[in-house]
């Protein structure tokens, strides 16, 4: 019988790209829908000035060059770099990886694999690689396939690795502004550039450190409609003819997401606490990216009233960094411990969905 290895967080790593753009200058940087039909300018008009107080974003980072305009990274050299910052880290050399799992919601391209040129860019010759296409949920999926990896004694270190590059799509001149629709304007102010990762390793024990100690993730969306989507691609390529109908535009159900969230969000936290048989008192503090301050306002009282979790153990930094998809969650963690808020014993349950096709999900660390 084999006999389970217990997974060690030895480090994080992060990369956000160029100064913070404060959210009153984000067309400065973005461009403006000047040629929009005259209803929606008028809506995004209105919109503009509620979203800054439903969204409760401060600001957020772009791989943009704000002068010239030229974009100043991609999802490959976000990736890379947030790695390299977590092997810094943990005094590792890129060499040591057996197995790199990386995770993006829009490929640099669609074939090779960027799994394959992030190990590139590392200059790993030869590793284990994995992909996985998704945006919210993608970290806790990445974080699944190495968790069991490493506690079967497949691999002794992985690399997990999420890059969002949101940017090239928010940007004016991608639209097809005549064919614009509410659905693709919303996510403009909040979604931003930004990449993280972790170096996990495979332990007899880990008697000091973060522990991994549990990995959840769900499709339950099956017989639900899309709550996001982004067309591009498939039957989807004639390029003509995507630019003159608007099918490459990013949109969202704002009101699906809303309705539909906050059931999503209860649902992932009780299967991770139920499944690792926990109690609800024995959490220390819930780690949550979630781009909008009347949902976050809204779950922590759910969760006092609910679960008897105080406002106090929630922590979350996407006010500060705008929300750069599935890597937001690991930002957080790695504010989290480069601050100290863990202690010793302390456990954290970070709870994830996704809307797109309501995937929900997230990990249990402890500090030990």
Not at 70 to 99: G, R
Not at 140 to 165: H, M, N
Not at 271 to 294: C, F, H, I, M, Q
Request: aromatic fraction near 10%; charge should be neutral.
């Amino acid at each position: 019988m084999v006999q389970l290895k217990e997974v060690e967080v030895v480090s994080t790593g992060t990369y956000l790209p160029g100064e913070p753009v404060p959210f009153n200058n984000l067309e400065s940087v973005l461009g403006k829908f000047e040629k929009a039909p005259p209803n929606i300018r008028r809506e995004e008009r209105m919109l503009r000035s509620l979203a800054r107080k439903l969204i409760g974003i401060d600001q957020v980072y772009y791989a943009i060059d704000p002068k010239s305009g030229e974009f100043t990274e991609n999802t490959i050299t976000m990736a890379t770099k947030a790695i390299k910052d977590a092997l810094n880290k943990a005094n590792i050399n890129a060499e040591e990886i057996d197995c790199l799992l990386y995770g993006n919601a829009v490929p640099e391209c669609q074939t090779p694999p960027g799994s394959t040129l992030v190990q590139e860019q590392l200059g790993i010759e030869k590793c284990a690689e994995m992909e996985i296409h998704s945006n919210c949920s993608a970290m806790s999926k990445l974080l699944q396939i190495a968790f069991d990896s490493l506690r079967l004694g497949r691999y002794k270190t992985v690399v997990v690795a999420y890059s969002q590059f949101s940017s090239p799509y928010l940007i004016s001149s991608y639209y097809n502004q005549e064919k614009l629709k509410t659905e693709n304007m919303l996510l403009r102010w909040f979604l931003c550039d930004g990449a993280s990762a972790l170096v996990l390793k495979a332990r007899d024990k880990v008697s000091e450190g973060i522990r991994l100690e549990y990995v959840d993730n769900l499709s339950i969306g099956g017989k639900k409609d899309k709550g996001m989507w982004f067309n591009l691609g498939g039957v989807n390529l004639d390029l003509p003819r995507v630019w003159e109908n608007g099918q490459h535009h990013f949109g969202q159900d704002y009101r699906a997401a809303n309705d539909l969230g906050p059931d999503c969000f209860w649902e992932s936290f009780e299967r991770l606490v139920g499944g690792y048989n926990l109690k609800y008192s024995e959490v220390d503090y819930v780690l949550a990216t979630l781009p909008s301050s009347k949902l976050w306002e809204y779950a922590q009282q759910i969760f006092q009233e609910k679960y008897g979790i105080s406002p106090d153990k929630w922590y979350g930094n996407v006010r500060k960094t705008g929300y750069a998809g599935a890597s937001s969650v690991i930002i957080a963690l790695n504010e989290m411990l480069k601050k100290r808020v863990l202690k010793k014993s302390q456990l954290v349950v970070s709870v994830i969905f996704e809307s797109s096709k309501w995937m929900i999900g997230g990990f249990i660390l402890r500090h030990v």
